[in-house]
């Protein structure tokens, strides 16, 4: 079964950081690109950020480009959201996704969702 797990999310205030962890289990997803999505309060799903397997190829949405940083430790089968310089439009319910498509800058999600986690930045 097929498992991604986020956390490291909460509150904090702008200007601050956050660092997202998303564990993946029941699946190679070593060999997969994965990634971020987040939503806002009435708005629709968004790409973050995404990072090919090995770590070579990483895409942002131009929103986040120079604040945030994907990584991740296929050893452990996990990803990472590094949150610098947090704006209260950051806050949002932010979703670990595994095995993206990013074709020409442009990604999109697989079926593979996690839960989803709280971010919230105050002003």
């Known amino acids: 079964q097929v498992q991604l797990v986020e956390s490291g999310g909460g509150l904090v205030q702008a200007g601050g950081s956050l660092r997202l962890s998303c564990a993946a289990s029941g699946r190679m997803f070593t060999s997969y690109t994965m990634g971020w999505f987040r939503q806002a309060p009435g708005k629709e799903r968004e790409f973050v950020a995404a990072s090919s397997w090995s770590g070579g190829s990483t895409y942002y949405a131009d929103s986040v480009k120079g604040r945030f940083t994907i990584s991740r430790d296929n050893a452990k089968d996990t990803v990472y959201l590094q949150m610098n310089a947090l704006k209260p439009e950051d806050t949002a319910v932010y979703y670990c996704?595994?095995?993206?498509?990013?074709?020409?800058?442009?990604?999109?999600?697989?079926?593979?969702w996690g839960q989803g986690i709280q971010v919230t930045v105050s002003s």
């Open positions: 996704n595994g095995d993206l498509s990013c074709i020409d800058y442009v990604c999109y999600p697989s079926e593979y």
